[in-house]
Every structure is written in C-alpha cells, then in structure tokens.
C-alpha cells in the first residue's frame, strides 16, 4: 500500500535555528515527490517537485532532497514568516498523489 | 501571477441538501482535480478530470459526488445529499499537461459546514 508518513509532527525552532523535516514513503513507481507549505485556513502552495534519488531543489531558506525512500526538507535560519504546515506527497504509478499528514512547523521571534 | 478560484469560501447547509461548489482553474491547464481535507486530518483526493471525463477516483467519490464543466472556464463539485461527515474544506487543483513537472496549483479552498 502507498504511504507517506512525515516526522516530526510539530516542530518549533527559534528564529535562525536551523532544522530539517522527513518524509518517508512507500510507493508503487514514484513519479514525483511534491513538497507544499500551506498557511491555516488555506489551500496548499507548491514548493518543490523532486523526481529522482540524488536530486536537490531550493528556493529562498528551503531546500528539499530526495533519496530512495525519504525526503528531507532543510530550512536554513528560519524567519517567524517560514511558519505554516509543511506537507508532503508523491505521485503513484496511477498518478494519484498521496499525501502525508504534513509538520506542523512554528519558529518563534 | 494565473491562480485557481473557489465560490463561495464557506458554504452551509443542513444535512441532506444538495451543495455544489465552484472552481476556475488557471486558464491554459487541462488537468482538475478536487481534493478534501477534513479538520486536522490528511489531504484526501477525491478525483481527476481530463478531457471532460474523470480520469481517476478515490473510494470517497461515491455516487453522491459529481464533477462537471459546464462552460470553458467553471468546474463544479456536486454534493447530491451531504451528510455531517461531508463537514470539510474542499480544494480544487489544476495542473497543465504539458508542463515538465506536472504540479498541481490549489485554490483558496471551500468550507462546508453541514448540520
């Protein structure tokens, strides 16, 4: 079965301490890993698609890489705006995306 | 910058009613897809449009869901008789075929309350 867990659930951090955030799956012929941030009462923002083991995207303070079974994403000297729910998701051989329950991440002034 | 919309951005209604939720997807994607999400739990997929027909479903899109695309730019998610559990935020996506990474951009979203 296809499955996507991500850890840690919450996650709070100073302003400028840096962290990095997993998610690990399952899945039949991954055709992509999708990570999205998304703020209270919103709809998701994509961030970054990932395709194969090795590959690594950034964007600002985010970076996201991929290996065989995970995805991590690193975020250098987070600022109180970086806050939201960061979640993941990878697309299946049917091209269904399956998504994880996300983090939760809060970075204090 | 193109964006995905949803009317109304909270909708309810009491259980048994029919509720239809709106969507205008980004103009030159081919791809729609309406996803749920109910409060505090995971993002649920529910089903992809292509071509005026759907193309994939989940097991929560029973026969009392509906899609449609009535004209060139809506795309609509019918409710035939809501039930409490059908209590959710509701997003529709669109993606564009062609594109290399095939990511799908989210709408503001619809809550739907039912009581």
């Known amino acids: 079965e296809d499955q996507v867990t991500q850890s840690p659930e919450a996650l709070r951090l100073q302003e400028g301490e840096s962290s990095s955030l997993n998610c690990s799956y399952t899945?039949?012929?991954?055709?992509?890993l999708f990570w999205y941030r998304q703020d209270p009462g919103k709809g998701p923002e994509f961030l970054f698609t990932?395709?194969?083991?090795?590959e690594e995207k950034e964007k600002e303070r985010l970076k996201a890489t991929l290996t065989k079974k995970e995805s991590f994403l690193h975020i250098t000297a987070p600022k109180p705006e970086d806050s939201a729910t960061y979640l993941c998701?990878?697309?299946?051989?049917?091209?269904?995306?399956?998504w994880g329950a996300g983090t939760k991440l809060i970075i204090k002034p | 910058e193109p964006e995905v919309t949803q009317t109304p951005s909270h909708q309810v209604t009491q259980m048994g009613q029919e509720v239809i939720l709106r969507c205008v997807p980004i103009s030159n994607h081919l791809y729609f897809y309406w996803y749920r999400q109910i409060l505090g739990q995971k993002v649920e997929f529910l089903v992809s449009?292509?071509?005026?027909?759907?193309?994939?479903k989940s097991e929560i899109f029973d026969d009392q869901f509906s899609v449609e695309r009535p004209d060139g730019s809506n795309f609509t998610l019918k409710i035939r008789s809501t039930k409490l559990e059908d209590s959710a935020m509701y997003f529709c996506?669109?993606?564009?075929?062609?594109?290399?990474?095939?990511?799908?951009?989210f709408g503001p979203g619809t809550r739907l309350t039912v009581t």
């Open positions: 996506a669109s993606s564009d075929l062609l594109a290399e990474t095939y990511e799908q951009y």
């Open positions: 998701a990878v697309r299946n051989s049917n091209y269904q995306l399956i």
């Open positions: 449009f292509y071509n005026n027909e759907i193309s994939e």
């Open positions: 990932l395709y194969s083991a090795g």
């Open positions: 899945v039949s012929g991954l055709r992509g």
